[in-house]
C-alpha cells in the first residue's frame, strides 16, 4: 500500500507557485532582480511622473495610451457612473457598524450585479464585460468612501461628477474637497497600485472568469484574496505596527525582539522583488512630503529606521504597502480603509486581466501532487 509520503521527498510541485508561469499577458510584467515595474511597456516611473489613473486604466484596458477624445470619453463614462445604485447603498445601512471594509466592499460590489441594467452584465463579451469594468472602476470609491459616512454617522456624500476618481473619492469620503497636492499624490498611489502581474488577488480574478462567470463575480473574488495580511491587508497592518512600536527610539530593540519571535515584518519582503520595489521609491517621497507639510516626520523616520535596519539584518527591502501606510496616514485616512483604497485601484489590473482571460479563454485547471494515503480498505462507520 502506497502512503504518499514517497513523494513528499522529490516534490514536483512549486511551494506557493512561486517560479511558474501561469498565463501570457500583455498587461504588466514585473522585473524583480532588477526592480522594474511596467504596464504595457511604460515604465512606472514616468506613469507615475506624467500621467493620470484614469488615462492608466485606458492603457490597461486598450494596450495603448489614449488620444484626447479617448480619454474625455473614458473620464465621462466614469463620471456619469460614480453614483452607487440606491438599493446597494440602503443594504449596506443595515451593516453591522464594526463591520470590515474589506467585507463591506465584497458584500456590496456582488450585489451591484443584481442592479446592473445592462442585460449583457454576465456576458464575456469584451463589450459588455468592458461596461461592467467601467461601472466598477466607478462605483468602488463611491462604495468605501460612503461605508465611512454610514459606520460613523455622517451623511452619505454624493458623488462629484466634475473630478477625477481620486479627488472624488477624498471628497467623499472626508465631505469636503483635498487640496490639489494631496489630491494629485492619492492620484499617483492609485496608479502604483492598478497592477503587479499575476499577483494573488489578480490570478484569483483569471481564475474565476476563466470558468467564464461573470465580472462582478471574478471582482468579488478578487476582493477576499486581496484582504489577506500577505496581501493588501500588509498596508494596515505596516501602520498597526508603527503605532504598536510609537517612535524612532523603540525601533530597534521592538524589530530585535519581533525577528527573535520569528515574527514577519509588514510592508518588507516580497515573493518577486529581490531589490527596492519601484512603487516604495514614490511612496516613501510621498511618505516624507506630508509628513513634513503636516509637520509629523515621526511615522516616515520610523518607516526609515526599519527599512534600514532590515535592509543590514536580512538584506530584505520595503514594498509597496511599507510606506503607503504612513502616506495615507498623514492623508487622515482610517487605518481599515487602506486595504479598500488598494482596491479602488486594483479595480483596474483585475478588470484589464478579466477582459484579456475572456479575450482567449482556457479553463484554468492545474493539478496537485497527491500526498495522502492510497489504497485504504473501507471501515463501516461502526466498526472505526
Ligand atoms: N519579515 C521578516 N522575515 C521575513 C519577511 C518579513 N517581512 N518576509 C520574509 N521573511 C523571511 C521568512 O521568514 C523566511 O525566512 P526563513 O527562510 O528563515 O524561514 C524567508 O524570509 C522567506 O520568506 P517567504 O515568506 O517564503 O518569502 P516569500 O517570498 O514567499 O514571501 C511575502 C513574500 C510578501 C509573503 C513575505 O515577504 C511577507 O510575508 N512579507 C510581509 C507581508 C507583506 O508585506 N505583504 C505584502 C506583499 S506586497
Known sequence: METGKESTA???????????????????????????????????????????????????????????????????????????????????????????PMDVLRTAVSALDFFDNNTGSHSTEREDALKTSIKLTAQIPTIVAAWERIRTGKEV?????????????????????????????????????????????????????????????????????????????????????????????????????????????????????????????WLRKYSRTLGEKKKELKWFEMSQKIEKLMHEKKGMFPNVDFYSASTYYMMGIPLDLYTPIFAVSRISGWTGHILEQYADNKLIRPRAEYIGPRDLPFVPIDQR
Open 10 to 100: 522529490a516534490s514536483a510541485a512549486s511551494e506557493g507557485l512561486r517560479g511558474v508561469v501561469a498565463a501570457q499577458s500583455s498587461i504588466g510584467d514585473v522585473n524583480g532582480e532588477k526592480g522594474i515595474l511596467i504596464y504595457q511597456g511604460y515604465d512606472i516611473h514616468d506613469l507615475a511622473e506624467h500621467s493620470s489613473f484614469e488615462e492608466v486604466v485606458y492603457l490597461l484596458w486598450n494596450g495603448k495610451l489614449p488620444k484626447k477624445a479617448e480619454l474625455e470619453a473614458l473620464n465621462s463614462q466614469f463620471r456619469s457612473n460614480y453614483a452607487v445604485p440606491a438599493e446597494v447603498i440602503s443594504m449596506m445601512r443595515t451593516f453591522p457598524k464594526e463591520a470590515d
Open 157 to 281: 456624500i454624493a458623488p462629484k461628477s466634475d473630478t477625477n476618481i481620486a479627488t472624488n473619492f477624498l471628497y467623499m469620503m472626508r465631505g469636503e474637497m483635498p487640496d490639489a497636492e494631496e489630491a494629485h499624490m492619492f492620484d499617483v498611489c492609485l496608479i502604483l497600485h492598478a497592477d503587479h502581474e499575476l499577483n494573488a488577488s489578480t490570478f484569483t480574478t483569471r481564475v474565476i472568469s476563466g470558468t467564464l462567470a461573470d465580472v462582478y463575480g471574478a471582482v468579488t473574488g478578487g476582493i477576499a484574496a486581496l484582504s489577506g495580511p500577505l496581501h493588501g491587508g500588509a498596508n494596515t497592518a505596516v501602520m498597526k505596527m508603527l503605532l504598536e512600536i510609537g517612535s524612532v527610539d523603540k525601533v530597534e530593540s521592538w524589530l530585535d525582539s519581533a525577528l527573535a519571535a520569528k515574527r514577519k515584518i509588514m510592508g518588507i519582503g516580497h515573493a518577486v522583488y529581490k531589490t527596492e520595489d519601484p512603487r516604495a521609491t
